[in-house]
């Protein structure tokens, strides 16, 4: 128990400073609900965090119904990853790097920090909580999965954060379904393993 709520914990710093550190300074995207948080605060000021909490309701009224489990497991990733997206937020001039070393290094950690959250059974937000259900009903890879949706976010992010940051964005968001795919490739009969 305590070794799953540490890789929710750790999972989401990554994810937090991923975002702030290396996708905010260059106004690049991610997918998902964690991109269409970046988009409401690229557009209107919004608190990304907030965002993802409040447009995620439906997506997890859902995984109420229909995995319980995953609900309640899932509900911690979405409140723990928001409140540090949130948090890091006042770092987000702190580290500012060249765009694309940057779309590397941001897409790995956030990569990473939700690999490891889809590992312990959790989710960022509705869009992965998605992909996390879908994944389970008909064993298609998680991380594939949430690249697809990824791919739609940036589509529409695209003509808020130009031409030069979509593309970016669309490397930062490769390297993120790169690195989730690879954190959650191999899956046993009680979930992800590790091997």
Known sequence: MFKGFYILVLGSVL???GINLYFVPHHFLDGGMIGIGLIFH?????KPGLTIILLSIPLYCLAFIK????????????WLSSFM????????????LPPLLSAFIGGAFVGIGIGLMLRADSATGGTDLLAQL???????NVGKLIFAIDSVVLLIGWSIIGLESFLYSLFAISTVGFFTTI?????????YSFH
């Open 67 to 78: 995995d319980r489990p995953l609900f309640y497991n899932s509900i911690h990733g979405l």
């Open 134 to 140: 879908i994944g389970k009903s008909s064993g298609f």
């Open 183 to 191: 954190l959650t490739h191999h899956k046993d009969s009680d979930g």
């Open 85 to 96: 997206i949130d948090f890091f937020h006042r770092w987000k001039d702190f580290h500012i």
């Open 42 to 46: 690229y557009w209107f000021g919004f």
């Open 15 to 17: 994810v937090g400073i």
